[in-house]
């Protein structure tokens, strides 16, 4: 995710910032988010699930009319094997045989390309979205944002606030600050 690997080196700066005399410091403004509701509300996320649903539909709609042939051959196969000749009895297993094996093989190959795809699209997201969080937090004038603490009181918690700036159809990143939240610092 994309919080967790800055997370340690957030709390040490964090912590560096609390140790300074309260005398030398301007109140701080933090943020946190919650990077997994982020990626899963955001409008960006249903465009990247209907954009691979759209890419992929053909190739399931293949996979499951060859799974419904195969299904129609195993059916005949044991309505009709008592009454088959030797050699068509060993056709159709045959034919049963390869069809299950080209099957599994391009389910595997669906199921590969379409792990690969998503993987990418939700590279892109997840770097999309961390772009429109720092565009936020400058544009509101945040000292520091965290994504996903353990604990987050809700004067802290930005999430909805970036949600709303995700949602909206070319939204000002200076969307109005979470209630309860530190003031700015002046310069």
């Known amino acids: 995710m994309i919080g967790s690997k800055f997370l340690p080196a957030a709390a040490y700066a964090l912590a560096a910032l ?20 982020l990626l899963e509300n955001s409008p960006q996320a249903e465009a990247v699930t209907k954009k691979l649903s759209d890419e992929f ?9 060859a799974q419904t042939r195969l299904q129609q051959q195993q059916e005949r196969f044991q309505k009709d094997a008592p009454v088959m000749g030797e050699e068509e009895r060993l056709n159709l297993e ?13 389910q595997n190959e669906y199921l590969e390309d379409l792990n690969a795809r998503r993987n990418e699209e939700v590279g892109k ?8 969080v720092q565009d ?10 965290l994504g996903d603490a353990i604990f987050v009181s809700t004067a802290l918690d930005i ?3 970036v949600l709303a700036v995700l949602k909206g ?5 200076a969307a109005p600050a979470p209630k309860n939240a530190p003031p700015a610092p002046k310069k």
């Not at 936020?136 to 944002?145: G, I, M």
Request: no cysteine.
């Open 136 to 145: 936020y937090a400058r544009a509101q004038k945040y000292d520091l944002v």
């Open 57 to 65: 539909a053909p190739r399931q709609r293949d996979i499951q009319a």
């Open 125 to 132: 997201l997840q770097r999309d979205v961390l772009l429109k």
């Open 169 to 173: 159809p070319g939204a000002p990143a």
């Open 159 to 161: 999430t909805d606030q």
């Open 18 to 37: 609390v140790s300074i005399p309260a005398a030398a410091q301007a109140p701080l403004k933090i943020g946190v988010i919650n990077v997994g509701r």
């Open 94 to 106: 045959r034919q049963i045989r390869d069809g299950q094996r080209d099957l599994q093989r391009t």
